[in-house]
């Protein structure tokens, strides 16, 4: 089996290194002059050369020259993740003791030092404040934030950048023009911005990409092997928002998604195309501020189509307004309450429930209309309406507590979510009744529906029914 292309071209020298020369210039001199640090602290993202780094930095102190195929006794090489007890470091504080076999100094590697139990850096922290002279510590991590301020201020520090999209293409070309591997400049810039500034993901995606082709790597491929939308797709979305085209915006967004185009992939690729272009077109800002919070959405599909028509109007031509439906009227004549809402949460004594009729105590709810429109929603006690629930039914409590409501002072509207709530809640109708005539609302009237709830924003609503259907979720 071959070796792996990241690991067959991982830089052997700081003279290798490529990207990070704000970090292997200054390690540099500080080797030729002989002023090496008792502690290194290498932070930044994953894949950009650290523990290549660390490793590296290790052999030259020494004077040894560097071979991953080999171990050096003097050079001790631990993984934080695994080795993250205080017992752990209270044994290195043990062995940093020795002296070294044959090298000048006795270093330690310690990958993701983040990982370490607060008690394991509390033990650390003594033998960085007073280590031997023959010892020196790298430590690598990718979560800086975590390390306690007492380690970072006893160690020499070094920020990796990511690396940039362009030092990642000449690198990976560099690559495929020694193994000979046939692929086009675009699909080279495509694995750049896919690697996310990580050499070690970029160079591994090419190795994957080499191993599947039969013949010249294609930026199409690579969007077919990703699951990524094509480019002429993200630049048609972008033309349909400026043109607040709607109908084509929901058929690129669900041909997108039919094609294995995950909503979250698609608004991605949308976000990194709108900062190129940022400057040419500023009034796209707005779009990439929503579009940032679609990894966020437990509905990414409906909040990517939100976001792209958040410049759209109702009454735009080509976007037809949906129809509403009038108004119903009631079944019985509307009355106020007999308080207000916010006077009668909570009764200042308790009202013993009364012997009701059957007209003021409806057995059955009544046959809702095929719409219901809340047009004036006012505040409801929904929290102490359930209040009056819980005791003598924890059944039909704990299932309004899953069902959204809607109040317009005369009809209280209970969105049940599905057939099944609906008919639980229709038996207990006499209970929802009582509850409210305790509170005061003795003409209230009650309707429950099989529906969610339907969103509260007008334009979240107008794509939710366009979709065919559906429930807002707040996460």
């Not at 707005?286 to 990414?300: C, F, G, V």
């Not at 929904?382 to 819980?390: A, E, P, S, T, V």
Request: aromatic residues 4%; negative net charge; glycine residues 4%.
């Amino acid at each position: 089996m071959g070796k792996a292309l990241y690991r067959k071209y991982r830089s052997k020298s700081l003279d290798e290194i490529v990207g990070q020369s704000h970090i292997t210039d200054i390690l540099q001199r500080s080797i030729k002059s002989g002023k090496i640090a008792h502690a290194y602290l290498l932070t930044g993202p994953r894949g950009v050369g650290k523990t290549s780094i660390a490793r590296i930095l290790a052999h030259e102190i020494n004077n040894l020259p560097y071979d991953e195929e080999t171990n050096h006794l003097d050079i001790v090489e631990i993984d934080a993740a695994s080795n993250n007890s205080v017992e752990d470091v209270r044994d290195l504080r043990e062995k940093v003791q020795i002296a070294p076999v044959s090298a000048n100094k006795k270093i330690y590697i310690i990958d993701e030092v983040h990982m370490l139990s607060k008690q394991a850096f509390n033990a650390l922290l003594k033998t960085l404040e007073e280590p031997p002279e023959h010892v020196v510590f790298i430590l690598a991590t990718t979560d800086v934030e975590k390390l306690p301020a007492t380690i970072i201020s006893r160690v020499q520090r070094f920020n990796f950048r990511s690396i940039a999209p362009s030092d990642a293409v000449a690198h990976m070309r560099s690559i495929a023009t020694t193994e000979n591997i046939d692929i086009e400049d675009e699909a080279l810039e495509l694995i750049a911005v896919h690697g996310k500034g990580s050499f070690r993901d970029s160079i591994s995606l090419l190795d994957q990409l080499q191993n599947i082709s039969d013949g010249k790597i294609t930026r199409r491929l690579i969007e077919n092997v990703l699951g990524l939308a094509e480019a002429d797709t993200v630049d048609q979305l972008i033309t349909a928002y400026d043109a607040h085209d709607l109908p084509t915006i929901v058929k690129l967004v669900d041909e997108s998604e039919k094609r294995g185009t995950p909503a979250i992939v698609l608004a991605e690729q949308l976000i990194r195309t709108i900062r190129e272009q940022i400057l040419e077109k500023p009034h796209l800002l707005s779009l990439l501020d929503s579009l940032l919070e679609i990894t966020r959405s437990a509905w990414p599909h409906i909040k990517l189509l939100t976001a792209l028509t958040s410049n759209s109007t109702h009454a735009s031509p080509s976007v037809p307004t949906p129809a509403v439906a009038p108004r119903p009227a009631p079944q019985k004549p509307a009355a106020a309450p007999k308080t207000k809402p916010a006077q009668v949460a909570k009764p200042t004594k308790a009202v013993a429930p009364a012997k009701h009729t059957p007209a003021s105590m409806p057995q059955k709810a009544p046959t809702p209309p095929e719409s219901v429109v809340i047009t004036n929603s006012v505040a409801f006690p929904w929290q102490d309406f359930l209040g009056q629930i819980k005791e003598p039914s924890i059944g039909t409590f704990t299932l309004l507590g899953s069902c959204g409501h809607d109040f317009d002072g005369s009809k209280l509207v209970i969105y049940g979510g599905r057939k099944f709530n609906k008919n639980k809640l229709d038996k207990a109708v006499p209970l929802l009744s009582e509850a409210l005539q305790k509170m005061g609302y003795d003409s209230a009237e009650i309707i429950i529906l099989d529906t969610p709830k339907p969103p509260e924003d007008s334009q979240t609503a107008a794509i939710v029914a366009m979709m065919g259907g559906g429930e807002e979720v707040s996460i």
